[in-house]
T-cell receptor, first 108, second 113 residues
């Protein structure tokens, strides 16, 4: 079968760094994506890793280890507006498979 | 402006009624998708389409139907066979089926009266 696991909730303070982990079991793996969804809104694409290593995009970075079936999203210099749900998603054949999401609460 | 639109924003369904959710994109994307999201949950794939006049079932297709007569449009019908339809429905599109970046519409919230 196909499954993704990520923590259900994470809390951090403004200005801090937080890491959201994602482990997966799937066939036909092409890469790992991360999406952000604010309450009541649509998911928006953050990053994608097809190869092992770290990808950096501004305050956000994403890491992938294909051998460990593991990845993470790193958010630096947290801001209040980063409070949202974050989903990892595996690119399989012709579709994405989403995790259940991590609710990040940023406190002042 | 290019984008993906969904209508209506809120939809109410009576028992035994079929309802259709609209999804339109002007991004010239080949692939389109429908997801269902329940409170506090992830996105579950209902149907997807890689090309006009072709579509495949996702993980939770029972009680739903779709059509893809035009590249820009991918409407979803929630039939009376779907016994628990209350959810947030999201439509997405991508350049191709292997594209990792999907662009989402604003969603339709379906409620049962």
């Amino acid at each position: 079968g196909q499954s993704l696991e990520q923590p259900s909730e994470v809390t951090a303070v403004e200005g801090a760094i937080v890491q959201i982990n994602c482990t997966y079991q799937t066939s036909g793996f092409y890469g790992l994506s991360w999406y952000q969804q604010h309450d009541g809104g649509a998911p928006t694409f953050l990053s994608y890793n097809a190869l092992d290593g770290l990808e950096e995009t501004g305050r956000f970075s994403s890491f992938l280890s294909r051998s460990d079936s593991y990845g993470y999203l790193l958010l630096q210099e947290l801001q209040m507006k980063d409070s949202a749900s974050y989903f990892c998603a595996v690119s399989a054949t012709n579709k994405l498979i989403f995790g259940t999401g991590t609710l990040l609460a940023v406190q002042p | 402006d290019g984008g993906i639109t969904q209508s209506p924003k809120y939809l109410f369904r009576k028992e035994g009624q079929n309802v259709t959710l609209s999804c339109e994109q002007n991004l010239n994307h080949d692939a389109m998708y429908w997801y269902r999201q329940d409170p506090g949950q992830g996105l579950r794939l209902i149907y997807y389409s890689q090309i006009v006049n072709d579509f495949q079932k996702g993980d939770i297709a029972e009680g739903y139907s779709v059509s893809r007569e035009k590249k820009e449009s991918f409407p979803l019908t929630v039939t009376s066979a779907q016994k628990n339809p209350t959810a947030f429905y999201l439509c997405a599109s991508s350049t191709s089926g292997t594209e990792e970046t999907q662009y989402f519409g604003p969603g339709t919230r379906l409620l049962v009266l």
